[in-house]
């Protein structure tokens, strides 16, 4: 078994000379003190104070056409653990997640297509955006294709969006209901 690893580690440190190999993190806490958040407080509302966190490991890999990144994410409140036992919390069940997940693969050098879980971020950010201002920020489940002219750069991406495997249909729409 300790050769299986060795040679594996053998062949990632040879490609390497060639390839890009990236790992960076981002941990982010915010604190929120809300009154009147979403809804108009009534004369006896209390305010709520919380503190929210976001944690994500980014992984990158680049070797001559092909690219890759992986990212996971966990985005919690502190203090708001629906895993616990009578002893003491053990952890969220619902903060972890995948936040990116993506192959691009460079076809020439003036065409690229991208594949899975991406950020989008176009004219910096006003006609369509990641959304990273959310804790757990915003992807897109896609298709993109690049195409790099001389004067010119078009990318034509396609995104789908469901909120689980339906067996008949496809209803894209969600219903959200902000009656109090």
């Known amino acids: 078994m300790k050769y299986l690893f060795f ?3 053998l062949v990632l440190s040879i490609n390497s000379l060639k390839a890009q190999f990236g790992m960076d993190g981002e941990f982010r806490t ?23 966190q976001r ?8 070797y001559e056409w092909l690219e890759t990144r992986i990212s996971v994410a966990d985005a919690r409140v502190w203090g708001d653990d629906n895993n616990y036992m009578v002893t003491g919390p053990i952890g969220n069940t619902n ?3 995948l936040y990116e997940s993506w192959v691009k693969l460079n076809l020439k050098d003036f065409l690229s297509l991208k594949i899975g879980r991406q950020n989008w971020n176009y004219d910096d ?3 369509l ?12 489940d896609g298709i993109l294709t690049a195409l790099k ?8 991406g396609i995104s789908i969006n469901n909120n689980n495997e339906n067996t008949f249909g496809n209803d894209y729409r969600e219903i959200i209901d902000y009656s109090v």
Do not use: C, V
Not at 55 to 62: F, H, P, Q, V
Not at 149 to 156: F, G, H, V
């Open 129 to 140: 955006h990641n959304r990273n201002w959310l804790q757990t920020g915003m992807t897109y």
């Open 55 to 62: 944690t994500r490991l980014n992984i990158s890999y680049k």
């Open 125 to 127: 950010g006003r006609i």
């Open 149 to 156: 002219l001389e004067k010119a750069k078009i990318d034509i």
């Open 30 to 52: 915010r604190s929120m003190y809300n009154r009147g958040f979403i809804a108009l407080p009534s004369g006896n509302s209390d305010p709520a104070f919380h503190i929210s």
């Open 95 to 97: 903060s972890m997640f």
């Open 7 to 9: 040679l594996i580690f």
